[in-house]
């Protein structure tokens, strides 16, 4: 049986996405609004009411949004980028952030390719021109692209794409990317070298990287005086990765030939001075504005939704890698002995917090890749207050670390049958709990070393306490259920390790009062899993 680990049941789409997306939605049973062009107040106010946000580029996703979005569990944006997601807010409030990363990659890479050749034969200018009536010949002497140096800097799908497609043009193309391998990309007929080697060698520059602190302003002063006279550049990725001003300055001395910009740091430009530049073209960002990428990005959201909300697989999910790998058929029962067995140590430590380290580690061969998630999930066990809207998978880890919790996973490859091993330091003390799944079931096989005769199914209310072994201890412990009108349904007790052992009842609610149990037990603790 598949689990959808996220419930999404209404999707508001708040830009023109191609009808395909609304569609696969609402034949997966998905309610959808569409409301275009709300203000960022009217957005504010609506969102609260949605489980799914859908955007492009245009919807800002600021903190502000995501934090009136009480019911928000997943942001599509359909298409490649999410700088117009506050992804950061989105993790903390443990909402998952997805985008297509493959939607418009050949229609942007058409583009770059398209201003590429612009640039080299001054087309944009020349169309101009005889719209105005004249025929300068001279004035629109080009250059072949044949036998020249392209320089991509950025080696992702789109990178790639241009490269191939320039190949054919007889352009030797080189280009630096700190993430793909120089060896894949070389397989693709690009050598990879340094960005101090690159500039000087490129008639050509393209970038294809996203918008970060370390690429903003990429290519600035110091980068235009390292390369050739008259070099042209491109960019249909981000405005803002070259620099505005720089480009200007290269552009008025003649170090910058001609620019080809899709994307500017504010869109649309109002100060038109780059624009209005004789030797740049430039375009409404229109990387992603053919009718296959609009359909291709809308359908891809729609499906990655379905998939995630049907529990298949997580795809294009930018902030919750840990989430990958709990689309496995049997992956939630983990999950939930995870949790189960975080509510238990926190039960059982609930008067010795604040915890200072946690401890995960799985065991047995088809627990490798769950290790990640079973400490997250063991996290949301820890950290969750009431039933209210607590951690999830997406935030248990980033929670941790800013309540000082350091998390600790590991998995040793084991021929016995697989466990989860949850030890928690509180204090200068530490608790540990051993735990499988049975048929299905998420049970406790040990607490603090003792170690229980039946396993402990982590299901309904369950009753913890340590004492010494006394023919009177359950008879009285039985008392003070009967008084409180509590049943007793199912009983386990551990081995005796030491003068004392560990029991576990399972009841037919929790005790009003536990207070009456500690002077009959060292230790008690009741919780609901």
């Not at 200018?125 to 991509?152: C, P, T």
């Not at 609009?294 to 294009?316: E, F, H, P, S």
Request: overall charge neutral.
């Amino acid at each position: 049986a598949r689990m959808a680990l996220v419930s999404v049941k209404r999707v508001l789409i708040s830009e023109s996405v191609d009808p395909c997306c609304k569609t696969i939605l609402q034949e997966n049973g998905i309610e959808v609004t569409e409301k275009q062009q709300m203000t960022k107040e009217e957005l504010i106010a609506e969102i609260q009411n949605y489980d799914g946000l859908v955007v492009r580029s245009a919807t800002k996703v600021t903190s502000d949004v995501i934090n009136a979005g009480s019911n928000l569990k997943i942001i599509g944006r359909a298409g490649t980028g999410v700088d117009n997601v506050d992804v950061d807010a989105a993790t903390k409030r443990g909402i998952i952030v997805m985008n297509t990363p493959s939607g418009n990659t050949i229609s942007a890479a058409e583009l770059t390719c398209a201003l590429l050749m612009s640039l080299s034969r001054h087309i944009p200018q020349a169309v101009m021109s005889m719209k105005d009536g004249k025929w300068d010949r001279k004035k629109f002497m080009g250059a072949e692209l044949y036998g020249k140096v392209l320089g991509i800097v950025g080696l992702g799908r789109i990178g790639k794409e241009v490269a191939t497609r320039m190949q054919s043009f007889g352009m030797t193309t080189i280009g630096y990317d700190p993430i793909t391998p120089p060896e894949v990309s070389a397989s693709w007929g690009v050598e990879q070298m340094s960005l101090e080697e690159l500039w000087p060698q490129c008639d050509y520059i393209t970038v294809h990287t996203p918008l970060m602190p370390s690429t903003t302003g990429l290519l600035n002063d110091a980068s235009f005086a390292k390369c050739k006279k008259g070099v042209k550049v491109v960019n249909c990725a981000r405005g803002g990765i070259i620099d505005e001003a720089a480009l200007l300055r290269a552009l008025e001395s003649g170090q910058c030939g001609g620019a080809g910009l899709d994307v500017f740091v504010e869109e649309p430009p109002k100060d038109r001075v780059l624009v209005n530049h004789p030797n740049v073209i430039s375009c409404p960002h229109l990387g992603a504005s053919t009718k296959e990428a609009q359909a291709r990005c809308g359908r891809d959201i729609a499906l990655q939704i379905v998939d995630m909300a049907t529990g298949k697989a997580l795809v294009g999910a930018v902030n919750a890698q840990v989430l990958v790998n709990t689309f496995s058929p049997d992956s939630h029962q983990w999950i939930r002995l995870g949790e189960s067995m975080g509510s238990v140590l926190k039960a059982c430590t609930a008067s010795k917090q604040p915890y200072s380290q946690v401890h995960v580690t799985s065991l047995g061969e088809s627990l490798k890749k769950s290790s990640g998630f079973l400490s997250s999930a063991a996290v949301v066990g820890l950290l969750t207050e009431g039933p209210q809207k607590g951690p999830n998978l997406v935030n248990a880890l980033p929670l941790a670390a800013e309540t000082g919790i350091t998390v600790q996973t590991d998995h040793k490859d084991s021929n016995e049958r697989e466990v989860c091993v949850l030890e928690v330091s509180v204090n200068g003390s530490s608790y540990t709990a051993v735990g499988s799944v049975q048929a299905g079931v998420p049970v406790l096989l040990e607490l603090n070393g003792s170690v229980f005769r039946q396993p402990v199914p982590l299901t309904g209310h369950l009753l913890f306490f340590k004492a010494s072994n006394s023919t009177e201890l359950l008879l009285s412990v039985t008392g003070v259920l009967a008084a409180a009108g509590v049943l007793l349904q199912s009983f386990s007790a551990s081995t005796v390790s030491s003068a004392e052992q560990w029991y576990c009842m399972g009841i037919s609610s929790l005790l009003g009062d536990i207070g009456a149990l500690k002077s009959l037990a060292k230790e008690a603790a009741q919780l609901t899993v």
